[in-house]
């Protein structure tokens, strides 16, 4: 839902949008070649819905050694520590992580409010520092 609304505001020329979904090899794959990576999920953490976590990448690398990834169950934050383990040099130089406390976790459950502010404060920020910055 962020990455349709991010995808509708003017994005400049050298910024590409990737829904990873839950597609850890996607997001992989995307990744080379990229200076900056921003990725944003949803999490269940016990805070207060709509609370936003800002990570930098490296924080959340490291978690899952290389050799106990299974491709097909492969995640975003699995992604990020393969990826530094594959790409070595050609890792992009800035991975940042919006983390979205939700309300509900059910499949198909819809925002709740905070939910939904707490996106457009992400999108906010993002357009203020990466949009402007190709």
Known sequence: ?????????????GIGLID????GMGVANSM??????????????GQPPGTILRVPGEELEGR?????????????DNALSLCRWLLGEDYPEDVT?????TAQTDYGAP???AVAE?????????????????
């Open 111 to 113: 925002l709740s409010g």
């Open 20 to 23: 990873g979904g839950t597609d």
């Open 97 to 101: 992580v919006f983390l979205i406390e």
């Open 32 to 45: 080379r070649g990229a200076r900056r990576v921003i990725i944003v999920d949803a999490a269940s953490t």
């Open 64 to 76: 899952t050694a290389p050799a106990a990834f299974d491709t097909h169950q492969l995640r975003w």
């Open 1 to 13: 839902m962020l990455i349709e609304r991010l995808a509708m505001d003017s994005i400049p020329e």
């Open 118 to 134: 707490a996106m457009e404060r992400v999108q906010a920020i993002i357009a203020a520092e990466w949009v402007g910055v190709v």
